[in-house]
């Protein structure tokens, strides 16, 4: 099987394309709310997510926030340390045709139900499960690769960069070489 269109393209936060159809199991290391610049270019602010296995994030929506306080409680700084286990889920709406949902976590004493409520919908049962991490989930990779350099931390050669900045305020001739 070939790549999907997501895990060609990684970004900053994770999709749910890249899962392989398969949950993954994660460690919260930090809940914040951070200004988001929409598809239409505006800012919203976002519940984002950060992982201790993981230097990528994850975009909660209210959904998964109501399932992650059905298994945590509702101070955010409660579910920090704790493992949540995500997976692709259908989604008509979202671009790929999946959305991430919050499945359970090992962290649960057992399998719960919860009445899930939105606004202006029925509440709705959702099972949250007792999942096991590990075992046949999906692996998220990094946005970049650790064996290669970030941006800018690239090693120059002695005297190079003075180089360029000297040509930069001097300016360089047709040929190249210094004016």
């Not at 990528?56 to 700084?77: E, H, Q």
């Amino acid at each position: 099987m070939g790549l999907t269109f997501d895990q060609l393209y990684p970004g900053t936060f994770i999709k749910a394309g890249e899962m392989h159809g398969k949950p993954v199991t994660l460690t919260i290391k930090a809940v914040e709310q951070e200004s988001i610049e929409g598809d239409d270019g505006t800012e919203k602010l976002k519940v984002v997510i950060t992982f201790v296995e993981i230097g990528r994030k994850w975009i909660a929506n209210k959904t998964n926030g109501l399932r992650l306080r059905a298994m945590f409680g509702n101070d955010s700084d409660d579910w920090i340390g704790k493992r949540v286990t995500i997976f692709p889920e259908h989604n008509s709406m979202s671009e790929s045709g999946f959305a991430i949902r919050v499945k359970g976590s090992p962290d649960l004493e057992r399998t719960m139900v919860f009445d899930q409520k939105l606004a202006r919908k029925k509440p709705v049962p959702v099972k949250l499960e007792k999942t096991t991490a590990g075992k046949g989930e999906a692996r998220l990779e990094e946005e970049q690769p650790k064996d290669r350099p970030e941006y800018g931390s690239m090693e120059y050669p002695d005297g190079l960069l003075d180089d360029l900045e000297d040509g930069l305020k001097g300016g360089f001739d047709d040929m190249g070489g210094r004016q």
